[in-house]
């Protein structure tokens, strides 16, 4: 029968293995892109927006949306995409198609280290509603928008409240710290003035570099009605 000490080896050996496994090598060359460049631009291209490019600044959110999507089959999908200002002009209709761009093509990767295929997690956090639960379900909804491989933060800034725009600023500031190797949509009616007055360090991180913000001001509205309905696939919404 094995002795305690035994165990504990034993343990410490299963350890050292797991470490092997998973550890990526100091020398290993950088990966390959998922795709070429040409590719990825063919299939953006391809793909069914849904979205009716009326002016220029609706042009602007529709390439950054291919753009985006791009970038993430080559496997570097930028760390922000920002879709701010005028109200009813498409900019949570577009987000939601990013992830319908995903769920198509970029719904499976692989593990690193084992190559065994994951599915990705996809998820669209509806900021104002974040309001209306207690807080145990608040911090549930958070705790999965972390560690999600897309996240759509929708309609940041609809919140109403002194100490909920307080706490609000806060947690998207912390989400956003957390999710810095990970893709995050973000959509608001604010304008880039209003979102830098109300936090500078969130407007600050929607405009470093590597990171796609279109600014909406003079588009009319646009509506989702006029759109063919989204896929039950799309979904789910925290």
């Not at 990825?40 to 002016?55: S, V």
């Not at 549930?140 to 972390?146: D, F």
């Not at 600050?204 to 279109?214: A, K, T």
Request: aromatic share 6%; glycine share 6%.
């Amino acid at each position: 029968m094995p002795t305690e000490q035994d165990i504990k080896e034993r343990l410490k050996s299963l350890s050292r293995q797991a470490e092997r496994l998973f550890r990526e090598p100091a020398d290993r060359p950088p990966p390959k892109p998922s795709m070429t460049r040409q590719r990825a631009a063919q299939r953006t291209q391809a793909f069914d927006w849904q979205f009716e490019e009326r002016c220029g600044e609706t042009t602007a959110m529709l390439q950054a949306a291919r753009n985006a999507c791009g970038l993430a089959l080559m496997g570097n999908a930028p760390p922000i995409v920002s879709f701010v200002g005028n109200t009813g002009t498409g900019k949570t209709h577009l987000a939601k198609r990013i992830r319908a761009f995903w769920g198509q093509h970029m719904a499976w990767r692989s593990v690193p280290g084992i190559g065994i295929p994951a599915a990705r997690e996809m998820r669209m956090l509806k900021w104002a509603t974040l309001q209306d639960v207690d807080l145990a379900e608040r911090r549930r909804r958070l705790a999965i928008a972390r560690t999600a491989d897309l996240l759509i933060i929708d309609d940041i800034g609809a919140e109403h409240g002194e100490r909920m725009t307080q706490w609000a600023a806060q947690q998207i500031l912390s989400l956003l710290e957390s999710r810095q190797e990970l893709a995050t949509v973000i959509t608001s009616n604010m304008t880039m003035a209003e979102l830098t007055e109300w936090d500078a360090r969130i407007a600050d991180r929607m405009r470093r570099p590597g990171c796609l913000l279109v600014e909406v001001t003079e588009a009319g509205s646009y509506s989702e009605a006029n759109t063919k309905a989204l896929p039950q696939t799309e979904r789910p919404t925290l």
